[in-house]
């Protein structure tokens, strides 16, 4: 739906080419800040499964390429077509075999058996490598990285997302509709929770700092571990590539090409459809507010185990919301772009939102709820955009009230393009990165680690 990357090698339309990063409008230049270091990147799930977490430490990794040190991946392959090695907008993709192990015990044993199995890769396969900094994020290579001899010389940051623990339960909630409400896990469920935090615990604990996307999510770590110690936290904010998310040349023809008609009012939301993205009381909101306002449309992106309940909840809207099922990333920037208004209606465990600042960068106003993350993205930019509560008749005050304003308002959205990408670059989040390995690399050289 958008241009095509002007990189010979690019298979598909999209705005940057997975081979090589570069971009529709050319190569993007090689940005030296400091000495050049060997980065380590570990993570479980990586291109091509991408969510959340595997986009920002791609365009961190990115980044930090692009800035001229020497950046190596390490995650699992899930697939067998997927090869040991490959190039990603200069950044080494590397990967061990991801570890089945049999039922009745599979369950049980399967992050401890890739804690191991990513251990054993960077001592066997990648001893040479004589990596300067590792990046861990959750869960299971993470562990095991954090135990490797490679640990031993480099600095080690542990990238923190989210507890694992609580997010573990708010996944498997049995609260339907309703949100993150009291429940009572099984037992499997309590032990599966209570086993990830104790595997978070201790990558954290062997790192020599911790990251945290947010002050939220800094806050979330200091109730998981309250005794940190001397170690260092730093917020970091993830960042948005204001190249690939930007406002459309032509609005009018990207709705006509999605189907939107041009008098419509269309609200957008890109969720994973659990219970703790609050989508249903979205609907809910969005219902409230469709009965008094003639013209609005409702498109949910994304996919999920409440997807069935999330449609039958729909309908009482009139046929008014689009379930797009997962729109692929190189479609994203079109629907952003188009919409006349991006909704969060987040409920617990959002570290970060990067949605926030991609639909920001595309000109897309974002009213979001007053929880998480959110506050300290949009705040700065103006208070209108936060929702006081979750529920749905705050949702639909919010929409009918202050949304529909900013939507409308002259200029606001290039005021929300103009603020993302002047706060929020993955360049600066590689600054900071490079600035707190600097800082790790002088400390771990004072006391004979490096």
Known sequence: MRARCSCSTAAAPSATCASCGNTAWGPRPMVRRAEPVRVLVVIDNFHPLI???EHAALECARALARRGHGVDVLTMRKRPEWPDE???????VRRFDECVPPRPLGRFLYERANAAAARRHIDQCLAGEAYDLMLLHPIAAASGA???RAAERAAVVYCFHA???LEHLAQIADCGLGGLADSKPSLWGRWTAARRAAQQRAAIERADAVTCPSEYSRELLAELMPALGPKPVQVIPWGVDAERFRPPADRAAERAQLGWARDETVLLTVRRLVPRMGVGELLRGFGLAAARRPGLRLVVGGDGPLRGQLQELAKSAGGRVEFTGLIPP???PTYLGAADLFVLPSLALEAFGLVTLEAL?????VLATRRCASPEILAPLDERLLIPSADATAIAEAILGNGLAVAAEPGFRDR??????????WDKTAAAFEALATQLGSAKQASGGL
Do not use: F
């Open 330 to 332: 190189e479609d994203l």
């Open 51 to 53: 969510g959340g977490a």
């Open 416 to 425: 929300c393009r103009a603020y993302a990408i002047e706060r929020y670059s």
């Open 361 to 365: 960068a595309c000109g897309t106003p």
């Open 86 to 92: 490959e190039q990603l907008g200069g950044v080494r």
């Open 163 to 165: 507890p694992l623990g």
């Open 146 to 148: 954090a135990q490797s």
